[in-house]
């Protein structure tokens, strides 16, 4: 079983949809990472969050550490959000993140 | 500068020969991973360097692979005697402090292919 788990695997949506793409762990965690990497392109990190919800632009970012989820919402999509989503958490030691498989999204125009 | 640098971007190579990976980290960051991303796969930890405590090797696959970062900053991952399936992106990221602590940067990635 892998300590984080993302869903769904890919998503299709028109664009302007709202989209949500979600991350359950199982590991006790300081923090949660939402990254994005373009098709060919570097990883960039979208949010650190430890509790609630925060928002940049379009993008939202949800974590409820009861229930070890966290959720990222993209309003009003658009094509350029097409790239695949990442979910980390840092390990028990610290030294290493645990990687989702990543949710690949594609917004078609 | 501003953000994680990494070189070269691209690098071909005959199977046998060694390769050097560079990665410069942002100013300040304590904490640096090197990642390796073959073809549609996830990201492979290799090593993490924290401050001056001793690195994490545990994720490098064989001998042939060594890392090291120098006066706390500067990261060279070096590649012996270089296989086919050591093909991939290598990934530099660092981080402030841990990795609960900070926003985690990558750099654009060094893709080495080995002929």
């Known amino acids: 079983k892998n300590e984080v788990e993302q869903s769904p695997q890919n998503l299709t949506a028109q664009e302007g949809e709202f989209i949500t793409i979600n991350c359950s762990y199982s590991v006790g965690i300081s923090a949660l990472h939402w990254l994005q990497q373009h098709p060919g392109g570097g990883i960039v990190s979208l949010f650190m969050?430890?509790?609630g919800k925060k928002k940049h632009g379009r993008l939202i970012a949800t974590i409820n550490i009861q229930e070890k989820h966290s959720s990222l919402h993209i309003t009003a999509s658009h094509p350029r959000d097409s790239a695949v989503y990442i979910c980390?958490?840092?390990?028990?030691?610290?030294?290493?993140?645990?990687f989702g498989t990543g949710t690949s999204l594609t917004v078609i125009p | 500068g501003a953000g994680v640098s990494q070189s070269p971007s691209n690098k071909v190579t005959e199977k046998g020969k060694d390769v050097e990976l560079r990665c410069d980290p942002i100013?300040?960051?304590?904490?640096l991973y090197w990642y390796r991303q073959s073809l549609g796969q996830g990201l492979e930890f290799l090593i993490y360097f924290q401050g001056n405590s001793a690195p994490d090797k545990s994720g490098l696959p064989s001998d042939r692979f060594s890392a090291e970062r120098t006066g706390g900053s500067v990261s060279t991952l070096t590649i012996q005697r270089t296989q086919q399936e050591d093909s991939a992106v290598y990934l530099c990221?660092?981080?402030?402090?841990?990795?609960?602590?900070?926003?985690?940067?990558f750099g654009e990635g060094s893709r080495l292919t080995v002929l």
């Open positions: 100013s300040g960051h304590t904490a």
């Open positions: 990221a660092s981080l402030w402090g841990g990795p609960g602590t900070g926003e985690l940067f």
């Open positions: 980390a958490v840092p390990t028990n030691t610290g030294n290493q993140f645990y």
């Open positions: 969050l430890s509790s």
